[in-house]
């Protein structure tokens, strides 16, 4: 406690002085990496913050590609960084198919350490009661590979949860977790997700908060109780574990905390006998005051989803961060989804700003500005310095300035920058194609329930750009929350929302017939997880999987999948006016 306090205060006396922070932070990186031969060929020698900025090239990682695959090959760290590069990342993002690689910064799990203590601690100064109860986090890990040099490569919060300082964060008391650390290093995600529902129910009376990083992962999760409800009330009535657990780790030490409790094996029951899971968290988690998830970004989509499973307790989105680096915290966790923004701690990273332009001409006029001169109401694409082998990084996160903390900003996540739909000169981000979806879905849901009174919900969406049709066309996909079938005005209806939406340039290629009629094609419930379990089978991340909001045209393994549970197609019955 006395700790939060500290962390607290060190938090506010960062917001006061960013710019002094920043300054320190970047002259480290340039001091301790001048003899890099990044720093040779750039002539960055020696530079100071005013040379680095005029002669540092802004860089994507296909412009880096080459020296991380060199390093990840066997050649000299010093390539890029003057730390010795042990470790790679995998990141959800890919790059030719294959995962994008990051070097891991020295420090990195101290850095993790400290985001999630703070995220901790932001929790626990507004919630009071948390402290005192446990704590059912759903953290999975994946099986790592090595890379042709022999570097051992795995996403960065397997990297994390394997290290030792998170061991030592786990076994404070104050992070008081429902499952013990064999559960979360468990490499089966399907044992793992079974294992922390056990566990979660075994201390089910003092639990007090759920979380997962991101929202989508939380909700698989608890979405397991469905398949897995009568099996796990068995386990609690009998005190004996299920067969489906081989994991000689997890089944010694989820056997340890396993005792027959036949009055909580009953509540299990009645809570999950009516096969709805409306408010099963509150119902199974009866003392739960908080949700910690992250639910910015392509999460969003996930709030009413989580609203569903919690019947509304608060969802604390509390950290902002990638494989890269760890970036920010949202000071007010209790605020409404809509709300969240982060303060961008000043000690981690060196930070720029490229303001996203409005027009091609303006964009290659644009100068990233550094964290201390960004403008509130303003959009920007993040730009980070390391001391990973990073410098002047394009993040491709849109970010949008929504006010200060004393002097640090705060910044909301807008988007990834990279379009996700093009078929003529139109141009469909991630948070248009978001609002169109969500337009047409809130017109569609008024008066719609499934076969058993519900209403209905939209589970999840993503999409294609169907180029072999004359003229092209967009392809969206719904799975809802349960197979529904629509009338096809209706539906019809539905499509003209979405392309409603959209922007004026695909309206204009609507009238001019260069993009066809937009279609809307229904998955059957479930569809999406079997795309979360392929990425998992083939060594994806867990709880670092996001459904892709666009899929491409060479993921044909996911389009498979995807057109493998489509049941009904509608298209748009006209074009939206221009
Ligand atoms: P990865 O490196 O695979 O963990 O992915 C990192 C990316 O996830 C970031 O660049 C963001 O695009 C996204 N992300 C991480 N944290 C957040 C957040 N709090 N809100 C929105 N997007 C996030």
């Known amino acids: 406690m006395e700790n939060e306090q500290l962390l607290l205060e060190k938090l506010e006396s960062s917001s006061w002085s960013p710019g002094e922070a920043q300054d320190k932070v970047l002259a480290e990186i340039l001091e301790k990496n001048a003899a890099t031969d990044y720093f040779n060929r750039h002539g960055l020698r020696a530079a100071t913050k005013e040379v680095f900025r005029q002669r540092a090239p802004v860089i994507e990682y296909e412009d880096i590609k080459d020296e991380i695959n060199r390093i990840a090959d066997g050649e000299a760290s010093t390539l890029l960084s003057a730390n010795p590069i042990t470790d790679m990342f995998t990141s959800s993002g890919t790059s030719g198919g294959a ?3 990051f070097p891991k910064a020295e420090g990195h799990y101290a850095v993790s350490d400290y985001f999630f203590d703070l995220a901790t601690a932001l929790l626990n100064r507004d919630l009071p009661g948390l402290r005192t109860g446990k704590a059912l986090y759903f953290l999975y890990v994946r099986s790592g590979r090595k890379t042709p040099g022999g570097l051992p490569a795995y ?5 994390y949860y394997n290290s030792p300082e998170f061991r030592n964060w786990l076994f404070d008391p104050s992070n008081d977790y429902t499952s013990p650390l064999e559960v979360i290093l468990c490499t089966d995600s399907v044992q793992a997700s079974y294992c922390h529902l056990l566990c979660g129910l075994i201390h089910a009376r003092d639990v007090t908060k759920l979380g997962c990083f991101f929202a989508s992962a939380l909700v698989r999760s608890i979405r397991c109780l469905e398949a897995w409800w009568q099996e796990l009330s068995r386990d609690i009535r009998t005190g004996t574990l299920s067969e489906r657990v081989v994991d000689p780790a997890c089944r010694e030490a989820v056997e340890k905390i396993l005792r027959p409790d036949p009055e909580l094996a009953n509540v299990i029951d009645e809570a999950c006998l009516s096969g709805s899971l409306k408010g099963i968290v509150r119902k199974l988690w009866p003392s739960a005051k908080a949700i910690d998830t992250v639910v910015t970004g392509a999460m969003e989509q996930y709030v009413g989803e989580v609203d569903y499973l919690t019947d509304g307790l608060p969802i604390a989105s509390m950290i ?5 680096s760890f970036f920010g915290v949202n000071l007010k966790p209790l605020c409404d989804p809509s709300q969240i923004s982060y303060m961008f701690l000043p000690e981690t990273s060196y930070y720029e700003f490229l303001p996203v332009a409005r027009s091609e001409e303006k964009a290659s006029r644009e100068e990233p500005v550094e964290l201390v001169d960004v403008e ?15 410098y002047r990084y394009r993040m491709g996160d849109v970010l949008r300035v929504e006010g200060f903390h004393n ?3 705060l910044f909301s996540f807008v988007c990834r920058r990279n379009v996700l739909l093009s078929i003529d000169s139109d141009k469909t981000d991630e948070k ?8 047409a879905f809130a017109a569609l849901r008024n008066g719609v329930t499934s076969k058993e009174g519900e209403a209905i919900r939209l589970t999840d969406y993503t999409s294609y750009a169907d180029l072999s049709s004359n003229p092209p066309h967009y392809v969206i996909y719904w799975e809802l929350s349960s197979e529904l079938h629509l009338e096809p005005e209706k539906a019809g209806e539905c499509c003209y929302k979405m392309e409603e939406s959209l922007s004026v340039v695909y309206h204009r290629g609507r009238m001019e017939r260069s993009i066809g009629a937009l279609e809307l094609r229904l998955v059957t419930p479930g569809t999406f997880n079997r795309i979360a379990d392929d990425a998992a089978s083939r060594g994806g991340s867990v709880s670092q999987f996001k459904l892709p909001r666009c ?5 044909t393994r996911m389009l498979e999948i995807v057109e493998s549970g489509v049941y009904q197609q509608y298209f748009s019955p006209r074009a939206p006016e221009y």
Do not use: C, F
Not at 320 to 324: C, D, G, L, R
Not at 376 to 390: P, S
Not at 432 to 439: D, G, K, S
């Open 155 to 159: 996403p960065a919060l397997t990297g």
């Open 99 to 101: 995962h994008k690689l």
């Open 551 to 555: 899929i491409k045209k060479n993921a």
């Open 432 to 439: 248009e194609l978001q609002t169109a979806v969500m337009n």
């Open 320 to 324: 902002y961060a990638s494989s890269e």
């Open 376 to 390: 509130q109401g303003h959009e920007y694409e993040l730009v980070i310095t390391t001391n990973a082998g990073l």
């Open 407 to 409: 002097k640090a900003p």
